[in-house]
């Protein structure tokens, strides 16, 4: 206990601060997440993140791996999100031993990507307002529209979550007409969904007396501080991955980099709204021109019995793509076996925690479970 | 609008909720839940769970030649194989154990990619568990075999696209057979 | 924009520090220089590298490293690496915390898997494993502790605790055998 402090309002009594920690095993931590809390009766004085109770060193383990193995192991790193991670090392992989991908494996990857970002964030959305208070009726309306399109991966991948789908070169197998059907359909079913799901929430009042103005996040601080994805968008900084690097097919597409005005929760609940509302016209413009063709790059053919024997040239890449928790990246230095020697995860929601402290100071100790609810965190990838 | 009508928006929403999943097929907004040991969703062709080997016709004429490879491929190493010997210690094409840790797998599905004589493939059973923290999802070779037919059941299109490859590979293997044998040279 | 344009541009702003281009980045030769190169690059007003993606360590046997992969928010510029080499005993390099925010839990994690100190980081700690933990587990060198083999502590305790301990694997913690000889890795030529 430090020495006291006296109450901001009443000035005349003496109090202590109080120390809290919330989790590792809590509810509104999303996972094995501490927060090491210092409390002015209710009010955050600070607070320190303690984190690694999830740590499995996934870059050692990759590091004496062949390069395929890790694709299995990315899928756990933000296990909501496989298909962004299994993309993002595919195309860290394909960049070092210059691989061309075929167009339509280009287009299955754009669908799957985005179906995922849909994923994350109905569901995120829904847990905001799990940590608010309105417990479960959101996140279960989410996790229905979220079950329709795990049905789809697990048609197309053989998994629901931990999908491994991806390959350096393409992908595993090829979208069946049925598939493509089952996509379609939930596309042309969301926007109803999201029109009902808003009508629940946007306006709701007392989501907006508590999000709005809650953990204000300037854009100096959020550029500054590293922070990527809706994150960053909502603070007002025009920076989409998609639209920056162009990477894979994404310069086909016509969609628009949703921003926000204040920084606050709200804005942050907003702006992923309004992300599945873009999400939506990729996919039905990548749905509509998907060619037909491989779906594996020609070089890539005799690795397809043989991963072990993959070996890329020597060098080092960095690639990244817009992951729906902000910008994943994955930087691997190969000495020319068939292992990496160093391969590197630049997580999202780990460096976005970076800022939680300065969110979270001044607000009550609910606005910091909000706050933290709004960052957007899975533990698989902030420990690795 | 005033205040209030936010929430009162929401409510709406619920109650309209409600009321469909009485009425409503789950495809329109009904009772979206399955219960589950009861009912039983139909399981999509694809779909991997823990590796299983495949035999023909009888469980000693199995597919697996103990080459290895799966073992070597699988990215947390739970696949164990010894070899069989014969009496004269001469290899043979069988393994003599085949050991697979189910609580190590991670049903990535690499092994059955790997796998170049289509012994090795992923089941759909997932309904496994065990009563010991260790040992008792130890599979052994005999917990693992199972037939052809069983593949055809749970993977219908592959096991035919599987099965007339194998054959066109045995009808070339065996028009190779039949051409006579080269005379030994004779030059001294 | 390439490496060697940047560099040129660097001589020019900080002539001090010495820069050499390896693999089209950038390799800032004294550690004590990157604050400056750094700080050039950010308020350069063609490049504005207002933002660091990635800051990462790794091991070469030889030194230990530390690589920066810097983008330009305003001018969609990016990436440009910048490498700062140390050697392997008492790696120090000047910590970024005071000009990139996000370099503070990216530089915990680097001192966490490979012991280089960030001088002026405000909390530099263990950030994944915990607080005693001995070594810096993505070292080259690192041993990994035998999951195979008993410790005496744990004999001493199986034995307090009435639990028989198969006299082979008794043997095996008295006697621990002495570790394979692993073939020298060779890093990756830079």
Redesign the interface.
Known sequence: MEKTVTLQDSGAIDTQTLDINIGPQHPSTHGVFRMNMKLDGETVVSLKPV??YL?R?H??IAEN??Y??????TD?LDYFNSMTNNFVYALTVEKLAQIEVPERADYIRVIMSELTRLVNHVSVTGFLLNDLGAFF?PVL?AF?ER?RIL?IF??????RM?C?YFRFGGV??DLSGEALVAIKDVVSRFPKFLD?YE??????????MRCQNVGILSPE?A?????TGPMLRASG?N?DIRK?DNYSIYDRFKFRVPLGKVGDVYDRYYVRILEMRESLKILEQALKEIPAGEIMAKKMAPF?????NFKPP???S?A?VEAPKG?L?I?I????TPQP??Y?V?APS??N???LEDLCVGHKVADAVVILGSVDIVLGEV?? | MFYGSGVLRGMLVTLKNMIQSYFCKPEDGGLFTSQYPEKRLPEKERFRNFPFLIYDKEPENLRCVACDICAKECPPKCIYIIRDFDTDGKPLKKPKIFDIDLTVCMNCGICEEACPFDAIYMDHEFEISGRERQGSLLYHKDDLLKSNEHFHKIRPTDAAAIDTRRQEDEAKKQAVKKEPPKPPSTAS | MKAEDIRAKLEKNVPSAKIKVVRDSLLVENPADLHNVVLALKSDSDLRLDYLSSLTASDFVDYLETVYHLYSIDKRIGPVVLRVRVKRDNPKIPSLVAIYRGAEFQEREAYDTYGITYEGHPDLRRIFMWEGFEGFPMRKDYEQEDSETLDKDDIEWLDRNGVKVPDEMRQKALNPPAPAEDKPATPPAS
């Not at chain 1, 395929?68 to 192991?73: A, E, I, K, T």
């Not at chain 1, 009508?199 to 907006?208: G, W």
């Not at chain 1, 397809?304 to 072990?308: H, L, S, T, W």
């Open positions: 984190m690694g740590h060193n870059e050692q791996m062949f395929l193995g890790s694709m299995p192991y756990r009726t309306y229905r079950e049905d697990e048609e197309v991948s053989g998994a931990m491994n595993k197998y009902e009508k629940l929430l946007t306006k709701n009042e007392i989501l907006c601080l550029i500054s501080a590293s922070i900084v920076y920056v397809v019995k043989a991963p072990r020597l060098g080092e960095y990244r910008e990246g930087y230095v190969s000495d020319g020697w160093r590197h630049r780990f460096i925690l970076t800022i420990d690795r």
